[in-house]
């Protein structure tokens, strides 16, 4: 893999985490879903819709890119993925699969030759594709009974569907074992494909499927562009021993593209990369990585890859680096379900609980701007449950016995871990995955971090990423846990989502470890600070000072609303913002400021401004026009000069100068009301709160 200079900077500190989990018998593997975009990004595809005309074509050069680099000997499969409400399909998703060992599942025999030489083999052609199929069920030991379907959505495509099952004795212990074709009786009239969009074997007319019988077919595609293969349903060794007898039967052809519905492989015999359609994004999901040098490895490739086929891990909105609107969740779990470091350890696990619960930059600071109770990651004291239900939660986990508790763990914290509609997926810390047996892919002992969005470079993301081992590691040790959560109540919302709370916050964070040996390079931790947190204005005259940053804001939830499709959506209030102004003392001494003609009053802790940015539809207080532009100045306050005027037209590009006219600009300082925060004891001023006219 790429070692990339910046990652031997962590190299010291990642393995002496590594020696600590060692010694302590734990195994934790890292995995992730970093998300990427095209260096110009067009189309609903690429900011809204899950998928459209690009994204595949984007997903599979990325993937073949993936292999040539990283991967040579893998095999790539197309799949459906997850089908939401409003969806008329599911949503693809494309697979990477290799062996745990780093040995091919099953060697193609055109592997190693190229596409280009005029000697490479040509794809199968309509009168072999019979005999392809006879050889594969002769290898088998059952004769396939293909069945000849139309596509009317292309009719020099040709079709074959032959029903081919495996039975397994433990799941069907009256059928024989062991491989079985079945024939289907379907009237001519009848085969014909669905006309939907997506490989054959997902378009099958199952609804004629003979009774009794798996719904396993094997779909063999042939057309002017290639052929290719669907394969059915099954466990993970009869579908291995499928891909080798295809691979055997393939030479003297070109190399089928692959589909089908791979097995959840929970045992670890395979290592799984996927690409997959989100909304606005192409999401990455990681293979497990046994540490983070293996996980930070990984991320240097994307980048790599990336940058060679069209993509990367931000956009550029008009001169400014931004994110690409989605996450990069990062999963703790174990390379197996019997070696899973949580299932036998529920103290550790709480103390993790609690202590993320204690420092709110873990969950706002790596964040998307929406962070809060309507983001998709709000934090437990943020979601459905109550304060003494969590209390109540940790208190029990803390009492159980040795042994393997993943039921208890997950039936105790599952349910509390979920937003205020009760989803259990959206939470800071998410364990969907954990024990969830009512979801096909919950039983896999995963636990989810979701506050964590893409950040433009490969090494901010691997620099959270060894934060948070770092992390785990600190409270594997019992006298570094916190005995109980802290009650923030209003300032959870106000003061610590300001840039200086979320510093300071991260900094004790950093020489807590530090002092645990375990020192972390503050430096990009500092950046990505700086790029969540912009400067907005920077003033000094002398040894007075003022900075203003952008700051973050919990934005409201709105009533589901309905969308195309016939379903319904959820929407937050994005108009708001907020920025804070920290001022020192020589400031304050000697000058004041003007925000919107009247006083702004500052203490020496920090003070922060809420205010309208624009008016959405929908949007609570529509009543309420946007505040922008608005006008600050600083005025000398023992001669009632102007000191400095600016304005603020659009947060991205901060308070820019100007000039004014009106030299009474100090009378507001001298008569006008000044703004109040919107509950004593808070530091937010709310420019709502102004009057309304009339």
């Not at 293996?294 to 980048?303: Q, V």
């Not at 619960?357 to 701007?369: E, W």
């Not at 846990?481 to 919302?493: C, D, I, N, S």
């Given at each position: 893999m790429t070692s990339p200079p910046w990652l031997a900077g962590s190299l010291a500190v990642a393995r002496e985490i590594d020696r600590r989990l060692s010694a302590a018998g734990v195994q934790l593997t890292l995995g992730g879903e970093p998300t990427y975009v095209p260096n110009r990004p067009e189309g609903a595809e690429w900011s809204v819709a899950a998928d459209g005309p690009t994204k595949l074509g984007y997903a599979k050069a990325l993937g073949q890119e993936l292999q040539r680099r990283v991967w040579p000997e893998s095999t790539l499969i197309y799949c459906p993925g997850k089908r939401y409400d409003g969806e008329v399909n599911p949503r693809w998703a494309l697979r990477l699969i290799i062996g745990a060992n780093g040995k091919p599942i099953v060697r193609w025999p055109q592997d190693g030759g190229s596409e280009d030489d005029a000697t490479a083999p040509g794809?199968?052609?309509?009168?072999?594709?019979?005999?392809?199929?006879?050889?594969?069920?002769?290898?088998?030991?059952?004769?396939?009974?293909?069945?000849?379907?139309?596509?009317?959505?292309?009719?020099?495509?040709?079709?074959w569907a032959a029903p081919l099952c495996h039975h397994d004795l433990e799941l069907d212990p009256e059928a024989p074992?062991?491989?079985?074709?079945?024939?289907?009786?379907?009237?001519?009239?009848?085969?014909?494909?669905?006309?939907?969009?997506?490989?054959?074997?997902?378009?099958?007319?199952?609804?004629?499927?003979?009774?009794?019988?798996?719904?396993?077919?094997?779909?063999?595609?042939?057309?002017?562009?290639?052929?290719?293969?669907?394969?059915?349903?099954?466990?993970?060794?009869?579908?291995?021993?499928?891909?080798?007898?295809?691979?055997?039967?393939?030479?003297?052809?070109?190399q089928p593209a692959l589909s089908g519905v791979l097995p959840l492989d929970i045992t670890g015999h395979w290592q799984v990369l996927?690409?997959?359609?989100?909304?606005?994004?192409?999401?990455?999901?990681?293979?497990?990585?046994?540490?983070?040098?293996?996980?930070?490895?990984?991320?240097?490739?994307?980048?790599?890859?990336?940058?060679?086929?069209?993509?990367?891990?931000?956009?550029?909105?008009?001169?400014?680096?931004?994110?690409?609107?989605?996450?990069?969740?990062?999963?703790?779990?174990?390379?197996?379900?019997?070696?899973?470091?949580?299932?036998?350890?529920?103290?550790w696990l709480v103390g993790v609980l609690r202590f993320w619960?204690?420092?709110?930059?873990?969950?706002?600071?790596?964040?998307?701007?929406s962070v809060g109770p309507a983001s998709q990651a709000p934090r437990p004291d943020e979601g459905s449950a109550s304060w003494l239900d969590l209390e109540l939660a940790h208190g029990v986990l803390e009492t159980l016995p040795e042994g393997d508790q993943r039921v208890l763990i997950s039936e105790t914290l599952r349910?509390?871990?979920?937003?205020?509609?009760?989803?259990?997926?959206?939470?800071?810390?998410?364990l969907d995955k954990f024990w969830n047996?009512?979801?096909?892919?919950?039983?896999?002992?995963?636990?989810?971090?979701?506050?964590?969005?893409?950040?433009?470079?490969?090494?901010?993301?691997?620099?959270?990423?060894l934060l948070?081992?770092?992390?785990?590691?600190?409270?594997?040790?019992?006298?570094?846990?916190?005995?109980?959560?802290?009650?923030?109540?209003?300032?959870?919302?106000?003061?610590?989502?300001?840039?200086?709370?979320?510093?300071?916050?991260?900094?004790?964070?950093?020489?807590?470890?530090?002092?645990?040996?375990?020192?972390?390079?503050?430096?990009?931790?500092?950046?990505?600070?700086?790029?969540?947190?912009?400067?907005?204005?920077?003033?000094?005259?002398?040894?007075?000072?003022?900075?203003?940053?952008?700051?973050?804001?919990?934005?409201?939830?709105?009533?589901?609303?309905?969308?195309?499709g016939g379903s319904t959506s959820r929407f937050v209030d994005s108009s708001l913002r907020r920025f804070e102004l920290i001022s020192?003392?020589?400031?304050?001494?000697?000058?004041?400021?003007?925000?919107?003609?009247?006083?702004?009053?500052?203490g020496a802790g920090p003070v922060a401004v809420r205010y309208r940015q624009d008016q959405l539809y929908p949007c609570l207080h529509p009543a309420i026009a946007p505040h922008l532009p608005l006008a600050l100045s600083i005025l000398d306050t023992a001669t009632t000069t102007l000191a400095g005027h600016w304005t603020l037209t659009c947060e991205r590009d901060g308070f820019k100068s100007a000039a004014i006219a009106d030299p009474a600009i100090a009378i507001p300082w001298l008569s006008a009301a000044p703004w109040r925060v919107a509950n004593p004891g808070e530091v937010t001023v709310d420019l709502r709160l102004e009057p309304l006219p009339g």
């Open positions: 794809p199968l052609l309509e009168a072999d594709a019979l005999t392809f199929l006879e050889s594969i069920g002769t290898a088998l030991g059952c004769g396939l009974r293909p069945l000849a379907l139309r596509d009317t959505l292309d009719p020099d495509r040709r079709v074992p062991g491989w079985e074709a079945s024939e289907w009786p379907l009237d001519d009239s009848l085969r014909e494909l669905l006309p939907a969009a997506g490989p054959a074997g997902l378009r099958l007319p199952l609804q004629h499927f003979p009774e009794g019988v798996l719904r396993q077919v094997l779909t063999l595609e042939v057309h002017p562009g290639g052929w290719s293969l669907f394969l059915p349903p099954l466990a993970r060794e009869p579908l291995e021993q499928l891909l080798r007898l295809i691979a055997a039967a393939s030479a003297g052809h070109s996927g690409l997959t359609a989100d909304p606005g994004v192409l999401e990455v999901n990681l293979p497990v990585c046994a540490n983070w040098e293996a996980y930070a490895g990984w991320m240097a490739e994307l980048e790599a890859a990336g940058a060679t086929v069209g993509l990367r891990s931000w956009k550029d909105d008009e001169g400014h680096v931004v994110s690409t609107g989605g996450g990069n969740h990062l999963l703790w779990g174990g390379p197996d379900l019997e070696t899973n470091p949580f299932f036998s350890r529920p103290r619960q204690r420092h709110p930059s873990l969950a706002y600071l790596f964040s998307s701007p349910h509390l871990h979920a937003d205020r509609s009760g989803n259990t997926h959206r939470s800071e810390i998410s047996p009512a979801w096909a892919a919950g039983c896999q002992g995963l636990i989810e971090f979701r506050a964590i969005e893409t950040l433009p470079t490969a090494e901010a993301m691997a620099t959270i990423a948070w081992s770092a992390l785990a590691v600190h409270l594997l040790e019992p006298r570094n846990r916190p005995e109980a959560m802290q009650p923030f109540g209003p300032r959870l919302h106000d003061e610590t989502m300001l840039p200086s709370a979320l510093l300071a916050d991260l900094e004790g964070l950093l020489a807590r470890l530090a002092a645990d040996g375990l020192r972390l390079d503050p430096k990009p931790f500092r950046t990505i600070w700086e790029s969540h947190c912009p400067r907005l204005l920077a003033w000094q005259q002398g040894a007075a000072t003022l900075e203003i940053r952008r700051a973050r804001e919990a934005w409201p939830l709105l009533c589901d609303t309905p969308v195309e020192n003392g020589a400031f304050r001494e000697r000058f004041g400021v003007v925000l919107n003609g009247r006083p702004l009053h500052l």
